[in-house]
């Protein structure tokens, strides 16, 4: 009888990813009459430390490096300092600073300028549990200051929803299944519609599917995989003699990303003490 159980035990904890799962894919069903196009794939590898307050509150360092597969090597180094503050079980808010070096070519390649761009960010964070299921909303302003020049500042808002469960697996280790959908658009203020290029409502998407693997209190390593798409308006292109080869209108450039988080966790105190803690993303 215990093992007719398992199907069913299998059911409950997989339907919710697989709900979101479909939204995930109606919602690229309905992108396909749009102009579509696939970059290669990037690989994004992250070392964070994780600094445990008492509570739930936590400091974070994170060093990242995206890497291209198509032997661009390492495009760019992105830290971030951030801090979350816990006020109850539901509901928490802090603030990050992202701070991403990059060279960039000058003057047709002669010359290699090295840049900054930083984006202190403000959010917002709201957790439910539903059964043995975690389900968030993460809410961000970002104001990005671009150290190229020839680029504004400007401030864009995100929204995060992510669902995931705890599984324990033997006696220490702890498997985290979770997915994860966001959607970023540039905060547009007295834009001028007839002068400035026309824009979508969301810039930004970004899909991810994971696995965290807990193996102790104090690490845990989750690879990812997850598709980037920047939603445009492109311009058509025309031949020598001036006729469209290539039609304007909506563009979704789609970049799929492979990662790996892996995170130390460090107590206050030295002595660690129960706290719920965030996915790698946090």
């Not at 824009?199 to 930004?204: A, K, L, P, Q």
């Given at each position: 009888m215990a093992r007719r159980l398992y199907p069913l035990r299998f059911m409950k904890i997989a339907t919710p990813f697989v709900s979101l799962l479909a939204a995930l894919l109606l919602t690229a069903t309905a992108t396909t009459a749009q102009r579509r196009t696939v970059n290669s794939m990037r690989m994004l590898p992250q070392l964070q430390a994780e600094y445990a307050l008492h509570g739930d509150d936590y400091l974070l360092l994170n060093l990242r490096g995206p890497i291209g597969t198509a032997g661009a090597?390492?495009?760019q180094l992105g830290l971030l300092l951030g801090y979350e503050r816990f006020w109850n079980t539901q509901w928490s808010g802090g603030a990050t600073l992202g701070i991403d070096t990059y060279r960039v070519n000058l003057d047709g390649g002669d010359l290699n300028g090295l840049y900054a761009d930083l984006t202190p960010e403000l959010f917002a964070r709201h957790w439910n549990t539903f059964g043995g299921f975690n389900f968030?909303?993460?809410?961000?302003?970002?104001?990005?200051?671009?150290?190229?020049?020839?680029?504004?500042?400007?401030?864009?808002?995100?929204?995060?929803?992510?669902?995931?469960?705890?599984?324990?697996?033997?006696?220490?280790?702890?498997?985290?299944?979770?997915?994860a959908y966001e959607g970023t658009a540039w905060l547009r203020f007295?834009?001028?519609?007839?002068?400035?290029?026309?824009?979508?409502?969301?810039?930004?998407?970004?899909?991810r599917a994971e696995v965290g693997v807990r193996l102790s209190n104090r690490f845990d390593f989750t690879p990812w995989?997850?598709?980037?798409?920047?939603?445009?308006?492109?311009?058509?292109?025309?031949?020598?003699?001036?006729?469209?080869?290539?039609?304007?209108?909506?563009?979704?450039?789609?970049?799929?990303?492979?990662?790996?988080?892996?995170?130390?966790?460090?107590?206050?105190?030295?002595?660690m003490f129960e706290r719920r803690q965030l996915p790698a993303q946090h």
């Open positions: 090597g390492l495009e968030r909303q993460r809410l961000g302003v970002t104001y990005v200051v671009p150290g190229a020049r020839g680029t504004d500042n400007r401030a864009l808002s995100s929204l995060r929803l992510d669902l995931d469960r705890l599984v324990p697996v033997g006696e220490k280790v702890v498997l985290r299944p979770r997915l007295q834009r001028d519609e007839a002068t400035q290029a026309k824009e979508r409502v969301i810039d930004f998407g970004y899909a995989f997850g598709y980037q798409t920047t939603y445009l308006f492109a311009l058509p292109q025309t031949d020598y003699l001036g006729q469209i080869t290539i039609p304007g209108g909506r563009l979704n450039l789609v970049t799929p990303v492979v990662g790996l988080d892996a995170r130390f966790t460090l107590f206050r105190g030295g002595s």
